[in-house]
């Protein structure tokens, strides 16, 4: 069956420290991954897109690598703040980017303590 | 950045009545747009892709009759919970991109609740 997982539902690191999500994916054969930011009770908000042929993307304090062998992306927040506190979540395009239509992974919430 | 309207952002509503929720795209237009649904502490759901000027395709398991979608011009689509439920009461969220293969753009949901 197709999955998109991501790594715990939960994750606590202290303030300043590099926070780490990952995403896993099988049966799927995705063009490109996004990442979205989901704050409590709001719509998510695009953060990074990274496709197939690219290994690493950065923006500021972002880092997303796609490993299309082990069908895999990592989410990096360096120098993580308490304001980076929210729900991360990975969404791909099951028809290999011929639409827009994204499904998301289960979500990894969060929390930098200061 | 491209921006989408979603109204309301709450209803509350009693067991049998019909909701409408109306998801709008700003400053682009957009031939699809797509229909999310989430319950608490869960990721999103894809409910429906709504097509401009043409019939909606739903995902398996969603109830078409039940979802009524209306996307009656390139800047508008509306969703319709029909004879709402306690069961149907979620987080309904809009999403609509400008182009082709590229990043989506949210409403900020409308929070159902049926009592």
């Known amino acids: 069956s197709q999955k998109i997982e991501q790594n715990s539902e939960a994750l606590n690191i202290q303030e300043g420290k590099t926070a780490t999500l990952t995403c896993n994916y099988t049966?799927?054969?995705?063009?490109?991954l996004q990442w979205y930011r989901q704050d409590p009770g709001r719509g998510p908000v695009f953060l990074l897109l990274?496709?197939?042929?690219?290994k690493e993307k950065r923006k500021e304090r972002l880092k997303v690598t796609f490993d299309t062998t082990l069908k895999q992306s990592l989410f990096h927040i360096t120098a993580s703040q308490p304001a980076d506190s929210a729900t991360y979540l990975c969404?791909?395009?099951?028809?290999?980017?011929?639409?827009?239509?994204?499904?998301f992974g289960t979500g990894t919430l969060l929390a930098v303590q200061p | 950045g491209a921006v989408v309207s979603q109204h309301p952002s709450r209803v509350i509503c009693k067991s049998g009545t019909s909701v409408k929720i109306e998801c709008r795209s700003l400053?682009?237009?957009?031939?699809?747009m797509f229909w999310y649904r989430q319950f608490p502490k869960q990721s999103l759901m894809l409910m429906a892709t709504?097509?401009?000027?043409?019939?909606?395709?739903?995902e398996q398991g969603v109830e078409k009759d039940k979802f009524l979608i209306n996307h009656a011009s390139l800047t508008l689509s509306t969703l319709t919970v029909t004879s709402a439920h306690p069961e149907d009461s979620s987080f309904y969220i809009c999403?609509?991109?400008?182009?082709?293969?590229?990043?989506?753009?949210f409403g900020s949901g409308t929070q159902l609740s049926v009592l």
């Open positions: 999403s609509a991109s400008p182009g082709q293969g590229s990043k989506l753009f």
């Open positions: 049966n799927y054969s995705p063009a490109y």
């Open positions: 990274i496709r197939e042929n690219e």
């Open positions: 969404a791909l395009d099951p028809y290999g980017g011929a639409t827009n239509k994204l499904i």
């Open positions: 400053d682009f237009q957009a031939t699809t």
């Open positions: 709504s097509n401009e000027g043409s019939k909606a395709t739903y």
